[in-house]
């Protein structure tokens, strides 16, 4: 069957005319075709099935426009569907088609070779590949080189002459185009030389306006001149008061005011200043007599005398300090002991007795513990023994669940058993007679609704009878009839309700009716569930193992009752356990101890012994701390009487001289000691009061000086003062607003003057030597229509037109020759053209008879080899297989390069990917080696012998997981094929002895 082509319209075809083919994906590596179809642009995958029933298979439904988007690409560029999309795999198609003898013997005449060509890529047909292939390849092959010799002598030679036949076309298109060109050129330049004449008397209308309308804007402008002049004249004589005004002294004026003004806040600031320093001298002086500054003459050496006896009382105190921090650790060491003692009130109580009577507690307590313990293994045990009746009453349970008496339901389930037939009958009867009472009352419901509809119409028309008529019988009938309309109503809707009761009723009676006529629904029966579940087939049997059942149940009451009865045994043990135990708590409080549970039992006793020794050691140490700390104070006692006869003699030579004086100055207070740092404070004090002293002088210098520049500054402004009032009698003012104003008007005036000058030197200017009057006889009655163009630009313009037209009319002169020529030298293009297209036409033919040969042979001789390319895709395909449930599809696709290298898919990156680039850990590596091994042997062995695989050591990096799965493979494997492992790992002789593999142990040598 030819696909693609309106031939495939049959009935039952797998194609027709909507299919187009399409171009393979891939041209080095041929997978196959696409087709689009054109009604609905699906695409179309064809897969050609191979062998002596060869048939084509079309997959459709993915859009061609989604082909890059949805849908990854493999490395060789080839888009990569998913398995699901067409439920076949990713090498889906294949190029060429099995061509059987029937059809060598059909491919004669003398196009054989085209329709060589056409077959190979389109044609499906049955027989053997390899067979057709050959047979193709030797009748093509016969006199290849020869015939492809005469093509490529024919083929130059016409190549030649279409050479030449191009060369004279292209010339004689040359002249053609030049011709054209120059028409082109010819028409162009009359339009432009009769454009240029139109533009050359428009210039000269332009020249002519252009000069009437200067003449009459230089009338206008003259009397707009003249009206301004007449203005300015006016008002030059209304300030001629001010005509004689200095103007020349107002910058002079100006800068007098500003030195007078900065001259006066000068003053200003140094009188501020004078009364700062003077206010600050007088703050100086009060500060000074505060001071009270009293000089002692022999200061110096009473500090020398007071730091000597000062240094004598410290040596004395320092020694004396450490006794007391001595006495005062002694008296805390000592308090610390009675805090001890505190802490534990009855240590001195603690004797042999309370520690015997502690004991005796302690031994009834571990006598409950024992007790406990027993009753507690007897408590397991009993468990125990509940366990294993509730394990063995499981089943019975599953079986009869809580069915304590199942005699009713035996007799029901042998009642059904026994007479299932009466029960139908009765059932069926019952179903007819419901099914008849239905029939009636939905016959009944459909009258009532037609009288109602009826009822709901008549009573319509009358009403509208009334209100054209107003007849009161109208109303009387209408509301009858609208009465027995809500009769009807109501008996269909109570006929409705009582006709979903019957249909639910018989809806049951159907059901129970086909649960007693199916054995399935006997079967369903609780008795028969039971039987079931039971695994037993008589009555009586499952009677016996309920009868088993009562009685395990009663046994298991019985064990429940004695766990309850040893709980309560150890619950009591437990109160009498912790009575003694808190017995124990009370005795050892009275010590101060806290016994929080029963694991620090020893650990109190052992408190309790210690505490007995420490007592005794407490006594003795607080008898020699008393004995130091009286020493300490004998020692103390010598010592202070020794440093109060210093100090006396200190106040006696030192504090009698200068205390009186330190107190009037205010470095002491009265009643407060000498020290070091008040001769400091005297010191620090006298030199203060030089400062203070030295600052007064300076400032009263300051004040001086102040005071003379301050007379300067009034100077100056006596003498700014007497400039400004000369100027003010110059302009005849008084203050500087009169002069402001003034000097404003005479500046107006200055201004009006000038723009007379002006106005004046305009009119000149636009009149030059003619008058309004001579404009006006000139211009007659010119009315201007607009703004004219630039006079100097028109006539460079017209200029231009005038040279350019010369230039046109010579191009014209030498366009009219060429042409001329133009017209002797073309010739005839069409017979060229066509002798052209002849020489192509045979040179197509060539070409396409020696790509036929060469694509033939090729394609056949690469399909011959492709054989071995389907090895290497069901090995591919068992390779993937095995290493995806090994990996448990973690990787589930391999491929092999030429050179037989793996290549692993990777789910994350989708594609494949070399090991290098996958990071494999070295037990996924060994997988897929391993997974390689065995897809080979089952690829070789495919048809063929079964080969035996011997094994040592190939699972060294395998992890526990790895190593079962590895192990399984090989067992499932051993069933079709011997396989051999040696290994010294204890791990898979163990997993194979499990899994039944046959395991040979040998021992090795006692060498």
């Not at 309790?608 to 103390?636: P, T, W, Y």
């Not at 002006?758 to 006889?777: A, C, F, N, P």
């Amino acid at each position: 069957m030819i696909f693609g082509q309106k031939t495939s319209i049959r009935k039952g075809a797998q194609l027709s005319e909507n299919y187009y083919i399409y171009k393979p994906w891939n041209e080095s590596e041929y997978k196959g075709e696409l087709c689009i179809r054109l009604d609905n642009q699906n695409l179309i995958h064809l897969r050609r099935i191979f062998g002596d029933n060869g048939s084509l298979l079309v997959f459709e439904g993915v859009n061609p426009t989604d082909i890059t988007s949805r849908y990854p690409q493999l490395p060789n560029a080839e888009v990569a569907f998913p398995q699901s999309q067409f439920g076949i795999s990713r090498d889906l198609f294949v190029s060429i088609a099995t061509i059987s003898m029937k059809t060598l013997d059909q491919l004669g005449g003398p196009d054989c070779i085209k329709r060589i060509k056409e077959h190979l890529v389109r044609l499906i047909d049955t027989g053997s590949l390899e067979a057709s292939s050959k047979e193709i390849i030797e009748y093509l092959g016969k006199d290849k080189d020869g015939y492809l010799q005469r093509l490529l002598s024919l083929r130059d030679s016409l190549k030649d002459k279409k050479e030449n036949l191009s060369i004279l076309k292209e010339e004689q298109l040359n002249l053609r185009g030049e011709y054209i060109a120059c028409k082109k050129q010819y028409m162009y330049l009359i339009r432009e030389i009769g454009v240029l004449q139109n533009e050359v008397e428009n210039l000269r209308e332009r020249v002519t306006y252009s000069n009437k309308y200067r003449l009459w804007r230089k009338k206008n402008d003259a009397k707009a001149l003249v009206e301004q002049l007449d203005g300015l004249t006016a008002q030059y004589f209304s300030y001629s008061s001010v005509k004689d005004f200095p103007l020349q002294l107002n910058t002079r004026l100006v800068q007098l005011k500003s030195a007078y003004e900065h001259l006066v806040r000068q003053k200003e600031s140094i009188q501020r200043k004078l009364d700062e320093i003077t206010l600050e001298i007088d703050n100086l002086e009060e500060e000074l007599r505060v001071k009270k500054f009293k000089k002692i003459d022999d200061i110096h050496y009473l500090r020398e005398k007071f730091n000597r006896l000062n240094d004598n009382i410290l040596k004395m105190e320092s020694p004396l300090e450490e006794k007391k921090r001595l006495r005062d650790k002694l008296r805390s060491e000592l308090a610390e002991i009675e805090r001890k003692k505190n802490l534990y009130p009855g240590m001195d109580k603690i004797s042999q007795e309370v520690i015997d009577k502690f004991d005796g507690l302690n031994n009834l307590h571990n006598t409950l513990l024992m007790q406990i313990e027993n009753e507690e293994e007897k408590l397991r045990r009993t468990e125990n023994e509940l366990e294993q009746l509730k394990y063995e009453l499981h089943p019975l349970i599953k079986t009869f669940g809580e069915y304590r008496d199942i005699s009713g339901l035996v007799l029901e389930y042998e009642y059904l058993t026994t007479e299932p037939e009466k029960i139908v009958n009765r059932l069926q009867l019952e179903i007819n007679k419901l099914e008849d009472l239905i029939e009636s009352y939905k016959e009944e419901k459909r009258t009532h609704l037609v009288v109602g509809v009826i009822c709901f119409l008549l009573s319509l028309f009358f009403g509208y009878f009334y209100f054209i008529t107003y007849s009161f019988a109208s109303v009387f009938f209408a509301l009858v009839i609208f009465l027995a309309m809500l009769y009807c109503m109501g008996t269909y809707r109570g006929l409705s309700i009582e006709l979903k009761e019957k249909e639910n009723l018989l809806e049951g009676r159907g059901k129970e009716l086909e649960r007693v006529r199916s054995e399935p629904n006997i079967s369903s029966h609780p008795v028969a569930k039971m039987m079931a579940s039971a695994g037993v087939a008589t009555i009586s049997e499952l009677l016996g193992l309920h009868r088993r059942y009562l009685m395990l149940l009663d046994e298991k009451e019985e064990l429940e009752k004695r766990i309850y009865e040893i709980g309560n045994d150890i619950d009591k043990y437990r109160n009498t356990k912790d009575a003694v135990f808190l017995r124990m708590v009370e005795e050892v409080s009275i010590f101060g101890l806290e016994l929080k549970d029963e694991s620090e039992i020893q650990k109190v006793r052992q408190e309790l012994i210690r505490l007995k020794d420490r007592a005794k050691d407490f006594v003795n140490k607080a008898h020699d701390l008393n004995a130091q700390i009286s020493d300490l104070e004998n020692e103390m006692k010598v010592d202070e009487r020794n440093l109060r006869e210093l100090k006396a003699n200190l106040q006696q030579e030192v504090y009698e001289k200068v205390l009186p004086l330190f107190v009037e100055m205010g470095l002491v207070k009265p009643e407060t000691p000498i020290t070091s740092d008040s001769f400091i404070n005297y010191f620090n004090l006298q030199k203060e009061v030089e400062e203070l002293r030295k600052r007064v002088m300076e400032k009263r210098k300051e004040r001086e000086n102040l005071y003379n520049e301050l007379q300067h500054i009034e100077s100056s402004i006596n003498s700014t003062y007497e400039e400004i009032q000369e100027i003010f009698d110059i302009g005849g003012v008084k203050d500087f607003a009169e002069w402001d104003t003034k000097y404003k008007q005479a500046k107006k005036a200055k201004d009006i003057y000038e723009g007379i000058e002006k106005t004046k030197r305009e009119l000149d200017y636009v009149l030059g030597d003619y008058t309004i009057d001579k404009i006006e006889e000139m211009l007659g009655d010119f009315v201007p229509g607009g703004e004219p163009d630039n006079l100097e630009e028109i006539e460079k313009v017209f200029l231009e037109k005038q040279s350019r037209f010369e230039e046109l009319r010579k191009k014209l002169e030498h366009l009219n020759l060429r042409i001329a020529e133009l017209v002797s030298k073309m010739k005839d293009l069409v017979e060229i053209e066509e002798e052209i297209e002849g020489i192509n036409l045979k040179l197509s033919q060539i070409d396409d008879e020696e790509e036929a040969v060469n694509y033939a042979i090729t394609t056949l001789t690469r399909v011959s080899q492709d054989k071995d390319s389907q090895v290497l895709v069901k090995l591919e395909e068992e390779i993937s297989s095995l290493f995806s449930k090994i990996t448990h599809q973690k990787y589930s696709a391999v491929k092999l390069e030429r050179d037989l290298s793996p290549l692993v898919y990777s789910p994350e990156r989708q594609k494949y990917l070399p090991l290098e680039e996958l990071n494999l850990s070295q037990g996924t590596v060994d997988q897929l080696y391993f997974s390689i091994r065995i897809a080979i042997l089952r690829t070789m062995c495919a048809n063929g012998e079964k080969l035996p695989m011997i094994l040592d050591e190939p699972f060294l990096n395998y992890d526990t997981e790895r190593l079962t799965n590895a192990v399984q493979t090989l067992n499932e494997l051993g069933k079709d094929y011997q396989i051999i492992l040696l290994t010294c790992k204890d791990n898979i002789v163990s997993l194979a002895e499990i899994l039944g593999i046959p395991v040979l142990k040998i021992k090795p040598d006692s060498d």
